[in-house]
């Protein structure tokens, strides 16, 4: 690490005889090889024949051997590991307990709670000054007795204990969460192992135990752990998309592009290769720490290289000039992106503390005011006397104490359950979230996700298993829609069948029972080849036998498959003499080369064009369009006496016959189309964004239900998306967005940059009434900045790369559609549960505050004392929120339409319920007070003595009070009017317990609370007359939901979300930031991009000079001098490529060139949904720029167009 600061692109020019004395006794620094592997293809090669001679040359300085690998003793490792870094990119510091008490102090309410607890507890020690004397009058100030002054200082206390409470359950849940996260991606990191060679034995090492210098085995299937130099491969083909986000696979070879980047996916193929970069100096680590996940300091030193360095770069090598200054660039803008703004929840709470707090302080101004006039008017007005210059410190006192009251009807005022109630909800919707596969990294994700308006889903692993399957066939002159009975089928058939898969396929593709109970088969290998595989296990054969009978080394020769032939054959010598060969390919290929077809019986019969014709119509074209990709079986003879010449290709496979056509799909996941309903009657639109083509997608998406028949929807490609958003300088419009996504339903062959187009397109539209919540899935590096953007962004637990994981705010442990149906369940839960503890705390707070109110005004003295009031206010509203924010979601959540940004917290019937019942717990408690000693007949507690003992009067108000509360609190469960408030009630435990455990508590206090909380025991009759009343509160719950709130049109809602007016300055600060983001997601593959791009526009306009007389009708492209100045304009950013795409592949262009070249010949399947077909050029220009458009090599898209036109 200590060389970090001199590592990124420095160049040290070495004469090759002398070999500079280097670290440690390496022939290499880490500089020079972290320089290397910035390189790709052939400036990579050049630069390693140039320093090193070849590649057994740097493993020489790298002191391993390519066949042996490094010897397996501790200190050569440990050595390595300290020059040259460990094989682990740093997580980001996690925060510390202190740092996230500190942000939890932030909250507003807690703030309002803060100030007045403390300003009452500084008061109550406020001990007033020498003794009253005659002159000042003897006012009876409704004078507390002693208890009550000594008991001053609870009230603050409790509060500030309350806010302790509060931010420490806040911290732990935030810290826990963390925890838990970072547990998992431990979990993750350990199973990771990787096969290396060491003293010449292959050994499966942990991930992290890799060192710069070991020889690694790569094989299909693969994720590279480090980065590092090809030594010697077969076939082999990198998917370098999660780096550069381009689909194509890159073919690898050790005289070609021997460079292998971490965080790929080896596609194809095998091969050893030699690590030269590990953990933050490898492509990946310098990303991750580009992203800030590798702690500041690295930042720092990394700037300062960056900086220096630069200069050189440019002079030396134009493709790094490019990166380094866009890495400074990024890290000049990683410096000032505004924190993410606040949840709607969080906005309309905090809106809706401040509204009571303002309330709270307009009545306690009042209380105070009209104490101090009554009191004025009572001592200089009515008794007439005049203020002395010795009375001033006991007027003082009084008014003092007046503040005091005053302060108290505030502090009653402010919901302090509130902040613990939402903690509390969210806290425990995660932990439950967890046991339905969400990890939940955000919390308020999950609240949010409750107001979800649109999805936007991956189709791959999501709506779809990720397991290729056969669903139908045609063997024998019979079309099977499902799979066929073994016993149905002609053993000639089924035996060819068999073994026309099982050694027509790479030996490494295998199926291997599933690792859990339960769990589904588990498919290694190429996806197409275990479908068929599948196929054979459901035909009730194995393939295991077949392939140990003839081993891979018994093959006598392999046509493997590649994108020009879109086949695979295999020869086999027959035991019998002769050779039969077996093909698989592309069903509108392989039957071009069939003259043959075995009949039901097994018989061969002939296979004429005619026939040909017919069989795509009825078979072939049918399964296409149920989104089905059709692949041929077939074999051929040859005898002994006639050995065709088998580097004639063409020659050998033809004459083929056509043992069986089978259809394979990556099938919707059962439980999918049921979300997907559930989440459209729930108000949520799910759109599909998928690679695949346009048929298949739009196959799949009818089965899922995102398209029903007879709906006005829109099915684009990515092509076309782009030209319909697009104005004719090819800048995105929003107008024109607003035109397309509202019917868009799947978007085929997109690219990352169109997926961040549309979600950021959706998210910043105002046709709506209200703006759309947008949640979207991703599993791919290139899906970081469409999660970003997102309102929630959901990664793939399983297939995800970690990229996309830090992007994300929930992960679905198990990659399912179904799990986001979960989340959405639960974040509406959460807002209900909000929404009903707001329903019962804001009716207490109302009653209390009028009583503490009148109280003061009229007896001057509150009939619930300080300490009841505590009881209530604090005990019972965090116990209340306990039990209201716990309640289980119910199906019946996802009926309604999601509430929407500016929907308040508080609608019209919680509103009604609130001041309903607040009406009738003060007629209550107003007649027990005025009228209640005559009722019971007992003595009146109004206007008692000082120090007199706490009254049954006062003791049966408190008591009724709270047995008001305990009902209420059954009767706010329902937010929506519904009636039987006792619907589920027995499926929270936790309610029950809480319900009973107040009520038991109640009765202690009551019976044996004394002096402290001012109660004086009751009798058995008192005690039932309380009940009595308590249970009225059901009964007037009904008589509140007959009321239609449609006619209370006087009730105002309250706690709206932030208007439309009040965008903060952040909000606008992150508009202006938009670009810059989707710049800092520029990869090294858009910057190479750019050049290709401008090279190609070169070669167009040549040749389209020499094509004006043929081909009239192409517009001018805008012509761009030059890369500086392309990269200059700063609207231009990467996903403005598309509107030059009709430049590059028209297809009408591409039909010239090729009739320049060949005649192009029939195909018969329009629908074209072979595997690697030409189809591909039309989605992604990059393909075909980096693949020197023009020269057309054969093997480039351009060449394998010919098929599909």
């Not at 350990?190 to 070991?214: C, H, M, S, W, Y």
């Not at 690295?298 to 790094?320: C, F, H, I, S």
């Not at 009903?836 to 003295?861: E, H, M, R, S, W």
């Amino acid at each position: 690490m200590g060389d970090m600061a001199n590592s990124s692109i420095e160049f040290h020019p070495k004469p090759q005889q002398r070999e500079a004395p280097h670290a440690g006794g390496f022939g290499c620094t880490l500089a020079e090889l972290r320089t290397l592997m910035e390189l790709r293809g052939a400036e990579a090669l050049q630069k390693i024949q140039e320093a090193y001679g070849d590649v057994s040359g740097l493993c020489r300085r790298l002191k391993t051997s390519p066949t042996e690998g490094l010897a397996d003793n501790t200190n050569d490792l440990e050595k390595r590991r300290q020059i040259y870094g460990q094989n682990f990119i740093p997580p980001k510091q996690p925060k510390t307990f202190l740092q996230l008490v500190w942000e939890a102090l932030q909250d507003v309410t807690l703030i309002i709670l803060e100030v007045a607890a403390i300003v009452s507890l500084g008061l109550s020690f406020y001990a007033p000054p020498g003794e009253e004397s005659e002159a000042c009058g003897n006012v009876s100030g409704g004078a507390e007795d002693e208890g009550e002054a000594e008991a001053g200082w609870i009230e603050g206390a409790a509060i500030l204990l309350s806010v302790i409470c509060v931010v420490l359950v806040t911290a732990f849940n935030d810290w826990s969460k963390e925890k838990q996260f970072r547990g998992l991606q431990s979990r993750i990191e350990q199973e990771q192992k990787f096969t290396v060679i060491r003293n010449g034995q292959l050994l499966q090492v942990p991930v992290a135990a890799l060192v710069v210098g070991d020889i690694a085995q790569v094989k299909y299937g693969d994720l590279l752990p480090a980065d590092g130099v090809l030594i010697q491969g077969n076939d082999l083909k990198i998917d370098e998309s999660s780096l550069t986000g381009e689909s194509d696979h890159v073919r690898k070879a050790a005289d070609k592009d021997p460079m292998l980047l971490s965080g790929t996916h080896v596609m194809e193929g095998s091969g050893r290769m030699v690590v030269t970069a590990v953990g933050v100096n490898s492509q990946t680590g310098i990303i991750f720490t580009l992203l800030g996940a590798g702690g500041e300091e690295e930042e720092k030193k990394d700037k300062k290289a960056k900086k220096q360095d630069g200069a050189v770069a440019m002079e030396m090598q134009p493709l790094k000039s490019a990166e380094g200054g866009e890495m400074e660039e990024r890290e000049k803008k990683k410096a000032n992106v505004p924190k993410k703004e606040k949840s709607v929840l969080q906005g309309k709470l905090t809106k809706l503390a401040v509204q009571i707090g303002k309330a709270g302080l307009v009545m306690s101004a009042i209380t105070v005011i009209i104490l101090v006039l009554y009191f004025v008017i009572e001592t200089f007005v009515v008794e007439g006397r005049v203020w002395l210059a010795e009375c001033t410190p006991v007027y003082v006192q009084y008014f003092v104490k007046f503040f005091i009251i005053g302060v108290t009807v505030l502090v009653v005022a402010v919901p302090e359950g509130l902040p613990l109630a939402v903690t509390i909800s969210l806290a425990y919707s995660v932990k439950k979230m967890m046991k339905d596969n969400n990890l939940v990294r955000h919390l308020d994700a999950c609240e949010t996700m409750g107001n979800a308006t649109a999805i936007c889903s991956d189709k791959t692993g999501t709506l779809t298993t990720n397991r290729m399957t056969v669903v139908q066939s045609y063997l024998g002159d019979t079309h099977y829609k499902e799979i066929p009975a073994p016993s149905a089928l002609t053993p000639k058939i089924l035996d060819l069948l068999v073994h026309a898969i099982s050694i027509n396929s790479a030996y490494t593709t295998k199926i291997l029972p599933p690792e859990k109970e339960g769990a589904l088969p588990r498919q290694v290998g190429n996806k197409t080849e275990c479908a068929l595989l599948g196929f054979v296990l459901d035909l009730k054969r194995d393939f295991q036998p077949v392939r140990e009978q003839i081993p891979e080394d018994k093959l006598y020769k392999v046509y493997t498959f590649n994108s020009v032939r879109k086949s695979m054959s295999t020869v086999i010598r027959m035991p019998e003499g002769g050779f039969r060969l077996f093909s698989k390919g592309a069903s509108e290929i392989l039957l071009k080369k069939c003259s043959n077809i075995l009949n039901s019986n097994g018989e061969l019969r002939s296979f004429r064009p005619r026939d040909r014709d017919d069989m795509v119509k009825k078979i072939i074209e049918p399964m296409a369009c149920d989104g089905l990709r059709t692949i041929c079986i077939a074999y051929r003879d040859f005898s002994a006496a006639q050995e065709p010449d088998w580097d004639n290709e063409n020659e050998v496979v033809g004459d083929l016959t056509c043992i069986a056509v089978v259809g394979i799909e990556d099938p919707v996941r059962p439980e999918v189309p049921e979300a997907i309903r559930k989440c459209q009657r729930a108000g949520i639109t799910v759109r599909m964004v998928t690679g695949d083509n346009i048929n298949t997608a739009r196959a799949i998406a009818a089965k899922c239900g995102i398209i029903q028949p007879g709906e006005d929807f829109l099915c684009l490609e990515g092509k076309e998306f782009n030209r319909r958003i697009r104005n004719e300088k090819g800048e995105i419009e929003q107008e024109r967005l607003d035109k397309v996504w509202p019917k868009l339903r799947v978007l085929a062959r997109s690219s990352p940059t169109d997926k961040h187009t549309l979600v950021k397109g959706i998210i910043d539209s105002t046709t709506g009434e209200q703006r759309q919540v947008v949640a979207v899935t991703g599993d791919g590096t290139n899906d970081g900045p469409a999660l970003k953007k997102a309102d929630v962004g959901f990664a793939m637990g399983i297939a995800g790369t970690d990229v996309a994981k830090e992007a994300s705010d929930i992960i679905l442990t198990d990659d399912n559609f179904t799990s986001i149906v979960k989340a959405v369940m639960w974040g509406r839960n959460v807002y209900d549960s909000i929404s009903k503890f707001l329903q019962f705390q804001l009716t207490v707070n109302v009653v209390a505050v009028i009583v503490a109110f009148t109280g003061a005004c009229i007896t001057q003295d509150s009939p619930l004392k300080a300490v009841q009031m505590l009881w209530v206010n604090l005990i019972m509203d965090t116990f209340a929120s306990l039990a209201l924010a716990t309640e289980p979601p119910t199906e019946s959540l996802l009926l309604r339409k999601p509430y929407g940004r500016d929907k308040p917290l508080i609608s019209r019937t919680m509103m009604k319920n609130i001041l309903g019942h607040a009406v009738y717990q003060l007629t209550i408690i107003f007649t027990l007070l005025f009228v209640g000693e005559l009722f019971f007949d007992i003595d009146s507690g109004r206007n008692a003595p000082l120090h007199s003992p706490p009254s049954e009067h006062y003791t049966i108000i408190f008591n009724t009070f709270v047995m008001m509360q305990l009902f209420n609190e059954i009767n706010a469960r329902k937010i929506h009017g519904e009636r039987n408030v006792f619907d589920g009630i027995f499926g929270n435990p936790i309610f029950c317990t809480i319900v009973l455990g107040t009520f038991g508590i109640q009765i202690v206090i009551v019976q044996f609370g004394g002096k402290p909380f001012s109660c004086s025991p009751l009798s058995t009759e008192q005690w039932l007359w309380c009940l009595f009343v308590g249970v009225g509160e059901l009964v007037w719950g009904q008589v509140i939901a007959t009321i239609p709130t449609s006619q209370l049109k006087c009730l105002k809602e309250a706690g709206h979300g932030p208007g439309k007016d009040e965008m903060t300055d952040e909000e606008l600060a992150e508009g202006e930031e938009e670009i810059d983001h989707a710049e800092r997601e520029l990869r090294r593959g858009q910057i190479l991009w750019f050049r290709g791009l401008n090279r190609i526009q070169t070669q167009i306009r040549v040749v389209k000079a020499f094509r004006s007389s043929l081909y009239e009708g192409l517009e001018k492209p805008e012509s761009k001098s030059s890369i500086h100045n392309f990269m200059a304009t700063p609207e231009f950013l990467i996903n403005d490529y598309t509107h030059n795409i009709p430049l590059i592949d028209d297809t009408d262009v591409d039909e010239n060139e090729e009739r320049l070249r060949a005649p192009p010949p029939p195909s018969p399947n329009q629908n074209n949904n072979a595997i690697d077909s030409g189809i591909y050029l039309t989605t992604h220009v990059t393909k075909s720029a980096t693949s020197s458009a023009f020269s057309s090599r054969p093997g480039s898209p351009l060449h394998s167009v010919e098929t599909s036109l």
